[in-house]
């Protein structure tokens, strides 16, 4: 069965520190990739996405993620967060079906200290 | 746009009682999923519809969940008699259609406690 597994459940940074936070997924045909996001208070949104092309994919607010395929893994960065980045992260998998089916982490969430 | 509406925010039940969550997706989205979300975990998926057929129902446990969308629009989701270990969020998500490359959009989502 697919999983995705993020290593973090909670981070810790001060502004303007460097973010990456893991994500591992097990299967072994095509994939698609998201990473979204929680803001206090507010609906899960999408951060961005991967289907094909560059493995090297440029979301909102300045996130990007990189597909390493022999990894497995979707790694999300960010090269200098905010505080108003706090927000619980989820990354998800989809199994290029034809349905939009996604399996989720468990989540990490992301403090910042202003 | 107005986005995905769901009701009521918040449900407090005793455990065997029953419940229903509403959900209205965007307009004109075919594709309506939900999830449940347990305190630490991700969303997990319950049940897909593609207009008013269902997709992929294959996590729903149909003992006690159920779930419709008759007209293809609204839909509601009910559990029925709930289980101390149904406290979650029951998020509902809707999309223009049934390929990944769609995005999910996503409700506030009903919390529910089962005492």
């Known amino acids: 069965a697919q999983s995705v597994s993020q290593h973090n459940h909670h981070v810790i940074l001060s502004e303007a520190a460097s973010l990456e936070l893991g994500c591992n997924y097990s299967?072994?045909?095509?994939?698609?990739l998201f990473w979204y996001v929680q803001y206090p208070g507010q609906h899960l949104q999408l951060l961005l996405k991967?289907?094909?092309?560059?493995?090297l994919v440029k979301g909102i607010k300045g996130f990007e993620a990189e597909f390493i395929k022999s990894k497995f893994s979707f790694n999300l960065r960010k090269p200098s967060v905010q505080w108003s980045d706090t927000a619980e992260y989820f990354c998800?998998?989809?199994?290029?079906?034809?349905?939009?089916?996604?399996?989720f982490g468990q989540g990490t969430t992301l403090q910042v200290k202003p | 746009e107005a986005g995905v509406a769901q009701s009521p925010r918040y449900k407090i039940i005793e455990k065997r009682q029953s419940v229903a969550f509403w959900c209205n997706p965007i307009?004109?989205?075919?594709?309506l999923y939900w999830y449940q979300q347990i305190l630490g975990q991700g969303p997990k998926l319950l049940i897909q519809?593609?207009?008013?057929?269902?997709?992929?129902d294959s996590q729903l446990p149909k003992d006690r969940f159920s779930a419709e969308r008759l007209k293809g629009v609204d839909s509601t989701l009910k559990i029925q008699p709930a289980k101390l270990e149904d406290s979650a969020v029951y998020l509902c998500?809707?999309?223009?259609?049934?390929?990944?490359?769609?995005?999910?959009?996503f409700g506030p989502g009903t919390r529910l406690t089962v005492l």
């Open positions: 998500a809707s999309s223009p259609g049934l390929a990944p490359y769609n995005e999910q959009f």
């Open positions: 299967y072994g045909g095509t994939v698609n």
């Open positions: 991967y289907f094909s092309g560059d493995p």
């Open positions: 998800a998998v989809n199994a290029a079906s034809n349905t939009g089916k996604l399996i």
């Open positions: 307009s004109g989205h075919a594709t």
């Open positions: 519809f593609q207009n008013n057929g269902v997709v992929d």
